[in-house]
């Protein structure tokens, strides 16, 4: 990773958000949880997300909303065994991995619909592009057996870092629970390109693949207003 153009972002970010904490905006607060499904390149991720949301949501319809978030998400272990001609177990590999993921988006609502709403709306479809930056972990437990020479047998456990700069995408349709918007559930879609192979092909034993780079999800967020805008 260029950590240069990271911190060039990483200011960018904080330059906004404090435009945006100036002008007095709604602030959110959020949680949401995602399940993205095993696929035939990969396994099951899941992601527990929280963050906070800053925008007009006090208008009749709110139209873009800048979003700071974090976030733990989990990749489905798995376990590879090599036999020997009699059917002995020699070498067990099991692996897992997780990535804690800071990300920062920026939600437009109503995309090409500005014309043809009237009125405060109940639901709202958005979409919103992210911007994240993840610590991929990946844990590996080796295990090889020798059944003749049982001294010679041992086991392994081991960790790799890696960091990865990437972009992700959500959409979905968001309903409004209270009269000023700040309140309300979102059903989302999300496109992330996560990849943990970038830690899991660092292990000296791996020769499996783990992770997909287009990984398609599903979730479920609530959001809470925590301040309002000052008149």
């Known amino acids: 990773m260029k950590f240069n153009k990271l911190r060039i972002a990483v200011y960018f970010i904080l330059i906004v958000l404090s435009f945006y904490n100036a002008n007095a905006q709604e602030m959110r607060v959020f949680g949401n949880y995602f399940h ?51 059917n002995y177990v020699l070498q067990t590999m099991s692996t897992k991995g997780f990535a804690v993921n800071t990300a920062f988006g920026c939600k437009i609502y109503n995309l090409f619909l500005g014309d043809l709403s009237d009125g405060r709306s109940v639901v709202n479809y958005f979409i919103m592009p992210k911007l994240n930056v993840a610590r991929i972990v990946a844990t590996e437990d080796f295990t090889s057996t020798d059944y003749h020479y049982p001294s010679n047998s041992f086991q392994q456990s081991r960790s790799r870092p890696a960091w990865q700069c990437y972009f992700g995408v959500e959409m979905g ?14 059903l989302t879609g999300s496109f992330s390109r996560l990849n943990f192979n970038k830690a899991f092909k660092k292990m000296p034993q791996d020769n499996m693949h783990y992770s997909n780079v287009n990984n398609f999800g599903f979730g479920v967020s609530f959001n809470f207003g925590v301040k309002k805008r000052k008149e």
């Open 173 to 186: 349709y968001e309903f409004f629970l209270s009269e000023n918007n700040t309140n309300s559930i979102a």
């Open 36 to 86: 993205y499904p095993k696929s035939k390149m990969s396994g099951i991720m899941r992601e527990i997300q929280a963050g906070i949301d800053y925008g007009d949501f006090d208008d009749e319809d709110p139209l873009v909303a800048l979003q700071l978030s974090a976030s733990y998400i989990t990749s489905e272990g798995k376990t590879q065994q090599h036999y020997d001609f009699d």
